[in-house]
């Protein structure tokens, strides 16, 4: 049986056009890996672990409410929105804790069908308060086949100082092949505020991959959160204003029941 885990090399591109232009790129690794998988993936790899320490690991905790067993918390929230998937593949886009440190500030879940058709999206947010929040939307029927992903949602969690709640977000991309592309548009009244681009190239998850990707950017989780904080200096510096964070949502999930463009596109 052909594993569908894998190791993605790329980079992130982050873009502010208002008031301020402001970028920022840098290097990352994710795995991409089958919720069947990781069990199997952690007895015969020596450089990847389930829920123990090592050079990369895969923690429950750091999904969905913390409390462990998240295949069952992807079905709750999927039955919540309606979506049938019939127990079909879900594949995990995420940055593994390196070293016994993680931050992911957002996680891709890409739910399949048994006959491969991409079903429904999850995304799941994490700020740097230590909140989380998903997003759980369809795909659309003529865009599963082709794993085509063109949807959007209300902003629900609050990400970012620099950034206020009226926003809606825009999702790009397509189910991971050989190459990774996402892009992630945030919007409000005045249109396009924020771009974010994912893009990197498909490899074997192999031992030698995990160490060649670890070697390359060390302590990238740590480097990650570190990069935000120095990103967010310099935004202040260059006298974008700070908005009030809200009280958190009530619920810690958004479940659309269709693909909704995003209300506040022109």
Not at 49 to 59: D, G, I, Q, V
Not at 65 to 92: E, F, K, M, Y
Not at 207 to 236: C, F, G, N, Q
């Amino acid at each position: 049986m052909t594993q569908a885990s894998a190791l993605y090399r790329g980079k992130v591109m982050h873009r502010r056009l208002r008031p301020k232009v402001h970028q920022l790129d840098y290097r990352v690794f994710w795995l991409f890996l089958d919720l069947a998988e990781i069990d199997g993936l952690s007895s015969w790899l020596k450089l990847f672990s389930r829920n123990r320490f090592n050079l990369l690991s895969f923690y429950d905790a750091d999904y969905g409410d913390g409390s462990g067993a998240l295949r069952p918390q992807v079905d709750a929230w999927l039955a919540r929105a309606g979506i049938v998937t019939d127990g079909g593949p879900v594949r995990l886009l995420t940055m593994p804790r390196v070293l016994g440190y993680v931050f992911n500030p957002i996680s891709l879940y890409y739910c399949h069908r048994p006959d491969g058709d991409l079903a429904a999206m999850i995304y799941e947010v994490t700020s740097t308060f230590g909140i989380r929040h998903a997003y759980v939307i369809p795909v659309p029927p003529e865009d599963q086949a082709k794993g085509l992903i063109r949807q959007g949602a209300a902003k629900a969690l609050y990400v970012s100082p620099f950034m206020g709640m009226e926003m809606d977000y825009q999702f790009r991309g397509h189910a991971p092949g050989q190459r990774l592309d996402m892009t992630i548009n945030g919007l409000d009244v005045e249109g396009v505020l924020i771009t974010a681009a994912m893009s990197a190239d498909r490899q074997p998850l192999t031992d030698r991959a995990i160490a060649s990707a670890a070697a390359a950017i060390p302590l990238m989780t740590l480097k990650v959160m570190a990069a935000i904080h120095y990103e967010a200096l310099k935004l202040w510096i260059k006298g974008v204003r700070l908005t009030r964070q809200p009280a958190p949502a009530s619920e810690p999930a958004t479940y659309q029941a269709g693909s909704q463009e995003s209300r506040l596109e022109r």
